[in-house]
């Protein structure tokens, strides 16, 4: 049974910032000094330099929609592990076939001098540009976002933002000195650029159906990719290559995809679940290109006042699929996005959607005019924290089969990132001599 013996009070973002100091070290929800560095200026004759660390799909598309802005823009630089990614990312952003085609042409200059490729690559992109697009596997990005506040960039941040509590330290306290130097950050949680969700999540936040006490989140679908071993990769290459199954990499699909939903149930609570207990497993996925990671988990969270967020994800075929959120409250309920009904059914708020724009480019669009501009507008990073988090709180409940609470978990020592970065290194989880990966087993794995 889960201990309600805390105060019922509210945890906003803010809150847990000052409550988390002694963990994240300088994490202080404090005014921008007087002498913080300004956002550089850029005249309309100006180029904003934009550099792609991570050339993967996500990469790929982060970077047309950079390109797609109606500011001056030019892609100068990439960094990838691999240089056929990197190769491929850079024929697919100037296709002239491609749809976005028209929008990019002109804006891409990417000489073989400036297409950097292995583990390192990151570091040789910041001389070169402005902004940077990180789009690298999850569990890079602690590092890679580091690098680049400290480079003093403005940043683009794919979700999740970690794989684990280390990297989630670390990324709120890069956060912290990514406002100081008054850095732009948004992370890839497009939703919070969505007109429907802007409109609904306001209504929420302002009383619309009461008190909410539950929320429901769903990311239930088929399934992504699988990569299979090559004859000649090392293991590390091997799971470079096929990341989505390996936590260290990825996080668990309830991080990766599933971080969406939980965090618009975060953004409508205005905080954070405090404690998480669930249940999951593989049953469909059980091959040895799955790796380690789960198919499916269900967690129950709970907030600080008592209410409930109730989370599903699953990535099994030939499955009802649902991507969606829901809230419940004392008087009346929101059944889906952009819809909210009173108790007796009658219709409170429907957004029509006609004019609505792709948030996936409405996030480029407001980044890079606010860089553009010289405003200081966009300090994502906590939220995209705060949500990874949440995830991760969810997975180490599953995984475990443990009721896990959030200041214990957000302070758990170790990191499941390796030691050394390196093709012939080995990573952190090795298959045994049948080729098989360690899988988390409830009861027994307490650490994930």
Known sequence: MINKKKPIIGVSRRDFVKTSAAVVGTLVAAPFPSNASPSAYFSSEDVIRVGLIGCGGRGTGAAVQALSTKENIKLVAMADAFSDRLESSLENITSEDADHAEKVAGRVDVPEEHRFVGFDAYKKIFPLVDVVLIATPPGFRPIHFEAAVEAGKHIFMEKPVATDAAGIRKVFETAEIAKRKNLNVVVGLQRHYEAQYLKWVEHLQNGMIGDISLSRVYWNSAGVWVRERKPGQTEMEYQMRNWYYFNWLCGDHIVEQHIHNLDVGNWVKQGHPVRAQGQG?????TGKDHGQIFDHHFVEY??????????????????????TEAFHGSNGTAPKPGLILSSSGHVLFEHDGQNDLNPYQVEHDELFGAIAAGDYKFADAERGATATFTAILGRMATYSGQIQEWDTAIQTEGSIMPETYAFDADPPVMPDAEGNYPIPVPGKTMYA
């Open 302 to 323: 709970e907030y600080a006042d008592g209410s409930r967020m109730l989370s599903q994800c699953r990535h099994m075929p030939d499955c009802q699929n649902r991507v």
């Open 281 to 285: 497993g593989r049953l469909v996925r």
